[in-house]
């Protein structure tokens, strides 16, 4: 378990250092010149999905309740943070991108107050395995609020 986390791990850390302004790898329903948006809208069985470049599926955790993050430890080896993104697709706000700074220092991406991240069970693009987890995971929709809580 311990070299599949690292695996895993490792992967988050490249997909957060593809997230700058040179992403022009994926397809996706924004761009923003030329490129890739670094955060889009993706269609899911949950509707119109929050993503990011890669179609990989973002999430909010209840209890940062839009502002800090409280997702550390061994929270955040299951959810890893996702890092500052730059420009949003169509249909998204870019008055709602934004970032905060984590304890540990690091920037991590916000939308509509939101801390996001990703889950270590989505095995690639367009996978919504954490929707639900524990009633405090969930995927955003292109306003910032969670689907499917309540």
Known sequence: MGKRLLAVLFAAALIAA?????????????SNGGGAADLQL???DLGEILVDADGNTLYLF???NQGDSTCYDGCEANWP???ELS??????DDGLLGAIERTTGDTQASYNGW???????DAGAGDTNGQGVNDVWFVLDADGNAVGAG
């Open 42 to 44: 993706s269609t899911s």
């Open 87 to 92: 420009s949003v697709g169509d249909g998204l």
């Open 115 to 121: 801390p996001l991240y990703y889950f270590i069970n």
């Open 81 to 83: 943070i996702v890092a």
């Open 18 to 30: 593809g997230c700058g302004d040179d992403n022009d790898s994926a397809d996706g329903d924004g």
């Open 62 to 64: 209840v209890p940062d």
